[in-house]
């Protein structure tokens, strides 16, 4: 009898050790981004690894070596695989990432967006580095500005299918709607791809193309340090203008040799920092990406989660800081 007991207690425990292993949540946390090779990238990766690693899970850093969507279901398509808990999408697409996204959630994989969104219906919720009007329609008045409110102006962008980058020239499109701009002309949308060399080579083209291009904004951190270092050897400063997103440490010499007299960012760490605990708490069952949902972002404070502008929620880190010659000393050497 004694045996017998003894028995059926070893089998519930295996039973129950078996069960446990079988719905045990995965710790494994993982972030993809647009692509290798661009130190914003590394660093929002860097933020999101010790906020993950701080919770004591492991984080895994992904990006394919070429910014596109195809590129990015294949490392989603391992991830599934690999059974994560969660993956954050830097989408290198809107819509065409919805098959596998989707399939991850299908798989109990939390899946979210953090810097470039993807649409409503591929994720939980999408973490927004900042209100992406106040983005768009600042860098048109910071133009405006630097051209006396006159003359020719481009952009220079990442990728043709980047949504952060096209959300912010949308409402770039919108502010110039305004009367005030009358005198203003966007002559050229190009697409640096956030390729080192191809930035350079799109915005010797606007310079060739336009002679008269009095202006060009950068929504990107990869794009921005081309245009800087084409006006600064083509002797363009002061001629040419340049504003947009940039990163201080690779900016700092353009805001001081006078390239570019101001631009915006935000801390790619903490965005990165923030995805980390968005992450947890999604995988945790603490939110579920719904209007109102709370939860805390540890070193960074308190978070709510809101109302997109797309139907889908999203969790914002905070407003854009500018950067000029009184204050690039100070951050270069932070990000
Ligand atoms: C580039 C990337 C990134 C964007 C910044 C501003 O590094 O395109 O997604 O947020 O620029």
New binding site residues.
């Given amino acids: 009898m004694r045996k017998s007991i003894g028995k059926v207690l070893m089998l519930l425990v295996i039973a129950a050790l078996a069960m446990s292993c079988g719905t045990k949540t995965s710790n494994k946390y993982a972030i993809v981004f647009?692509n290798t090779g661009?130190p914003?990238?590394e660093k929002q990766m860097a933020g999101f690894k010790a906020g993950i690693e701080e919770q004591k899970f492991e984080a895994i850093l992904r990006a394919p070596d070429a910014p596109t969507a195809e590129a990015q279901i294949q490392i989603i398509d391992q991830l599934i695989a690999q059974k994560v808990a969660s993956i954050c999408i830097?989408g290198n697409d809107r819509d065409a990432l919805q098959p596998v996204l989707t399939k991850a959630m299908k798989a109990g994989i939390k899946v979210f967006s953090l810097?470039?969104g993807v649409n409503k219906d591929s994720r939980l919720t999408h973490v927004n580095?900042a209100d992406s009007e106040k983005i768009g329609r600042t860098l048109i008045q910071g133009a405006y500005d630097m051209i006396g409110g006159k003359g020719e102006i481009a952009v220079l962008s990442?990728t043709s299918q980047?949504t952060?980058?096209n959300l912010w020239i949308d409402y770039m499109k919108k502010e110039l709607e305004d009367p005030k701009y009358k005198d203003v002309k966007l002559v050229k949308v190009a697409y640096g791809d956030?390729l080192r060399d191809k930035s350079v080579s799109e915005a010797e083209g606007l310079l060739r193309t336009y002679p008269n291009l009095k202006c060009i904004i950068a929504?990107?951190?990869?794009g921005i340090a081309a245009a800087g270092k084409v006006l600064t050897d083509k002797k363009l400063i002061g001629k040419v203008f340049l504003t947009g997103?940039g990163l201080p440490s690779e900016m700092a010499t353009y805001i001081e040799n006078g390239a570019c007299p101001y631009m915006y960012?935000w801390n790619p760490i903490d965005v990165g920092y923030l995805g980390a605990y968005t992450a947890t708490a999604l995988v945790s069952g603490k939110i579920k990406g719904a209007v109102g949902d709370k939860f805390s972002a540890a070193r960074l404070g308190e978070y709510t989660i809101t109302a997109a502008p797309d139907g889908g929620t999203e969790v914002l880190l905070g407003p854009p800081f500018k950067f000029d010659k009184a204050n690039i000393g100070e951050w270069k050497t932070v990000y």
Wanted: proline share 5%; hydrophobic share 30%; net charge negative.
């Fill in positions: 647009k661009n914003y990238g830097v810097d470039s580095q990442a980047a952060n980058q956030d929504p990107t951190t990869v997103l960012l």
